[in-house]
C-alpha cells in the first residue's frame, strides 16, 4: 500500500528498525521488551488465534486488491490424478510388479488404482485446457479479468496453473500447511501464492471472488469445498455460481445425490445447482454464458 507523504507518525516499519537499535541489558533483552508486532512467541499464542485468523484472512486480500484481482474461476480436484504420461509409467511399473507375483493381492490392487488413476488422466489435460481458455479470454475483453484459481497443490491444481502459465496469464494458488509435504506447483504466479494455517479461511477466500467453481474427481478436499459451496448457494448465502463437475460416470459412482431426494434429506430441485460437464470446452461454454461473455 503506499504511504502517505503527509503522515506525522513513524511508519511501523520505521518504528521496528528504530527498536532494534538500543543498548543490551537485562531490560531490553526481556521478551516482555519486543514490540507486540514483532515478537513472534506473543503471537502464536492460544490467545492469539482471533488475531492470527485476522491476519490469514487480510493478507491475501490486500494483495490480491493490489493486483485487481476482483473474480476468479475457482477448479478443484484431485492432487493424486498426474499428467497423462506420468500416470502410464506408473501403471505399467505396477502392471510389471503384478507379474512377478500373480498372487499377491496388494500388487493387484495397486494395479486398480494405477489403472483408474490413468484412466482420468485426461482429467489433468482438460483442466490445464479449461485454464487456458479462461486466461486467454481476459486477452480479448474490455471487462473484469477473470484469474483461475486453485489450491496451488499438484495434480488437478498444477494442471490449471499451467493452463494458465502456458498462455502468460497469472494465476493464483492458495496452498496449505499439512503435516507430511505440501509444497505449491511451480506454475503459481510467485506474488499470487499463498499459504494458510486455517482451512475455514482459506475456503473463505476461495469463493470470496469466485464466480464460478469447477470441480474435477477428487477425494475429502474436493468433496469438501463442493459440498461446501452446494450447501451456501441451497441456503442462500451466497449468489447461485455456476457449478460444474467434470465426469458424470464418476460422480454418479461416488456420490447417490438421487438417493438423498428418495431419503428425504435434499429436495429435487437442488439437483439444479450443479451441471455435469465432460470437456474443457463444454464448460467453457456454460461458464461464459453465465459471465455473459462472447466465445473466442
Known amino acids: 500500500m503506499r504511504r502517505r507523504k503527509d503522515r506525522i507518525f513513524p511508519s511501523a516499519l520505521e518504528e521496528s528498525q528504530a527498536a532494534e537499535v538500543c543498548v543490551p541489558s537485562a531490560q531490553t533483552l526481556s521478551p516482555s521488551y519486543r514490540l507486540a508486532y514483532k515478537d513472534l512467541d506473543f503471537l502464536l499464542r492460544d490467545e492469539l488465534r482471533p488475531v492470527r485468523l485476522q491476519l490469514e484472512l487480510l493478507k491475501p486480500e490486500l494483495i490480491l486488491q493490489e493486483h485487481g484481482i476482483e473474480h476468479t474461476i475457482v477448479i478443484f480436484g484431485s492432487t493424486r490424478i498426474p499428467e497423462p504420461t506420468v500416470a502410464r509409467k506408473v501403471l505399467e511399473?505396477?502392471?510389471?510388479?503384478?507379474?512377478?507375483?500373480?498372487?499377491?493381492?496388494?500388487?493387484?490392487?495397486?494395479?486398480?488404482?494405477?489403472?483408474?488413476?490413468?484412466e482420468k488422466s485426461k482429467y489433468y489435460e482438460e483442466a490445464r485446457k479449461l485454464a487456458s481458455l479462461i486466461s486467454k479470454s481476459n486477452k480479448v475483453s474490455d471487462n473484469s479479468k477473470y484469474v483461475v484459481v486453485t489450491g496451488g497443490g499438484p495434480g488437478?491444481?498444477?494442471?490449471?496453473?499451467?493452463?494458465?502459465?502456458?498462455?502468460?496469464?497469472?494465476?493464483?494458488?492458495?496452498?496449505?500447511?499439512?503435516?507430511?509435504?505440501?509444497?505449491?506447483?511451480?506454475?503459481?504466479?510467485?506474488?499470487?501464492c499463498f499459504q494458510f494455517h486455517y482451512f475455514a479461511i482459506?475456503?473463505?477466500?476461495?469463493?470470496?471472488?469466485?464466480?464460478?467453481?469447477v470441480v474435477f474427481p477428487?477425494?475429502?478436499?474436493?468433496?469438501?469445498?463442493?459440498?461446501?459451496?452446494?450447501?451456501?448457494?441451497?441456503?442462500?448465502?451466497?449468489?447461485?455460481?455456476?457449478?460444474?463437475?467434470?465426469?458424470?460416470?464418476?460422480?454418479?459412482?461416488?456420490?447417490?445425490?438421487?438417493?438423498?431426494?428418495?431419503?428425504?434429506?435434499?429436495?429435487?430441485?437442488?439437483?439444479?445447482?450443479?451441471?455435469?460437464?465432460?470437456?474443457?470446452?463444454e464448460a467453457w461454454e456454460l461458464i461464459s454464458r453465465s459471465l455473459g461473455r462472447e466465445i473466442r
Not at 181 to 192: A, D, R
Not at 202 to 213: E, Q, S
Not at 218 to 246: H, R, S
Open 218 to 281: 477428487g477425494g475429502f478436499g474436493t468433496l469438501d469445498e463442493l459440498f461446501e459451496t452446494l450447501t451456501l448457494i441451497q441456503t442462500k448465502k451466497i449468489k447461485p455460481i455456476p457449478v460444474l463437475m467434470f465426469g458424470r460416470k464418476f460422480w454418479e459412482k461416488v456420490i447417490n445425490f438421487e438417493a438423498l431426494i428418495e431419503e428425504g434429506t435434499i429436495s429435487p430441485e437442488d439437483l439444479h445447482l450443479f451441471q455435469y460437464v465432460e470437456s474443457a470446452e
Open 156 to 192: 488437478i491444481m498444477e494442471a490449471a496453473n499451467r493452463g494458465a502459465h502456458e498462455v502468460g496469464a497469472e494465476s493464483i494458488g492458495l496452498n496449505i500447511v499439512l503435516p507430511f509435504e505440501q509444497k505449491p506447483n511451480e506454475y503459481i504466479t510467485p506474488e499470487l
Open 93 to 118: 511399473e505396477s502392471e510389471g510388479n503384478a507379474r512377478k507375483d500373480p498372487t499377491n493381492e496388494s500388487l493387484a490392487l495397486r494395479v486398480r488404482i494405477a489403472r483408474s488413476l490413468f
Open 202 to 213: 482459506r475456503k473463505m477466500h476461495f469463493l470470496m471472488r469466485a464466480r464460478a467453481l
